[in-house]
């Protein structure tokens, strides 16, 4: 079961805040918020009352996990209302995980999740397309690609945002089970027999590994304001 600063870690996610700005929404001293989650230290009753009346959060699942996390079922305003998606700055080189909450890594929050019901409860990001590097598979340049953000994402051939040497792409990648082998494709074109093989990693070179951080499989993208949903 999902301990209660879990429970607060989603909240927080699902405000759209970086932990900072988190904590001064509850008056609560920066350093003093972090300190709760780096020892793994009860949260006071007076932050968890603030909270609950702050941002609508069901006490019952706050203090035990059960039922839903806001006061009002899933789907309605209050839900909706702070259902956000973080939009990541180009330079973030990081792999999947809560550091790009971090409000250096955040370039603003996004509201696609009321076209995106089914992805409420998910992990999901987003990088803005710049460049020839992410377009391609019928992304074009400007428009946000929402990805799955979860740690320990089963991997399968597919469209990813990825870094490579510190930059990061969006292409097809191929994950060979017999040689543990790593293929990128270009995708020109949304067909993907049209696909270029740019680059082949292995992961058993710690110089290819250490080059390489999958961020998470594509999931949709935003493209003149209409959402281009792919599963």
Known sequence: MQSILNRIRLVIKQSGLSDSAFAKSLNV???????????????KPSWLELIISKYKVNAHWLLTGEGNMFVDEPGTAVAESVA??????QSVSCGPGEEWQDADSVECYIEPMHLLPSLKDRAVYAFRARGTSMVGAGIDDGDIILFDGERGQIVTDDLYVFALNGSVFC???????????????SMHTENIKDA????ELDPSNSA????????????AWMHENRLMSRH
């Open 171 to 185: 292409k097809l990648v191929k994950f060979d089970e017999i040689t543990g082998r790593i293929r990128i494709y």
């Open 29 to 43: 001293p920066q350093a003093t918020f972090s300190n709760m989650f780096q020892r793994e230290s009860e949260p």
């Open 196 to 199: 270029e093989l740019l680059k």
């Open 208 to 219: 290819d590994a250490d080059t390489f951080r999958l961020f998470g499989r594509v999931l």
């Open 84 to 89: 956000k998606i973080p939009l990541l700055r």
